[in-house]
């Protein structure tokens, strides 16, 4: 069963960017959330693999990055896993993922598809580039 969540936390690891020979792009990273934005060690942090795929997975490979503060809102899914120790795992599969802005600043790239710009000119905020 997959639920619909929006968690706030800090990226714990360094992305890890696949692009495989058959199928989509995929970026995972580690997500830990800090009560109340707090730093500690008192075990009350919750840990997700959060999992883009697609046009997300080469953003979230391009612009986030370890102790990067973000937002992921996508579907999470829990597990249970067997061994030593016996556990649980908490999975986001990332419909939207963005730097958290109270914390900080962030700057937006949108993409420019090439074929459709050709077609139909420059969509709302994007410029065309200036000729000589």
């Known amino acids: 069963m ?14 890890r960017h696949v692009v495989p020979e058959v199928g989509a792009p995929v970026t995972t990273f ?14 009350r942090h919750n840990w997700y693999t959060v999992t883009a795929t697609h046009r997300l997975a080469l953003s979230a490979a391009a612009c986030v990055a370890r102790g990067d503060p973000v937002v992921v809102a996508g579907r999470l899914r829990v597990r ?8 649980v795992t908490a999975e986001i599969e990332a419909q939207a993922i963005g730097h958290d802005l109270a914390w900080g600043n962030s700057v937006f790239t949108r993409f420019v598809e090439e074929a ?11 410029h065309a580039a200036a000729g000589p």
């Open 2 to 15: 997959a639920d619909a969540v929006a968690v706030r936390g800090v990226v714990a690891t360094r992305p």
């Open 30 to 43: 580690r997500l830990v959330t800090r009560p109340d934005g707090v730093e500690g060690t008192d075990g």
């Open 80 to 87: 249970d896993w067997e061994g030593e120790p016996v556990g």
């Open 116 to 126: 459709a710009l050709t077609r139909h000119g420059p969509s709302r905020g994007e």
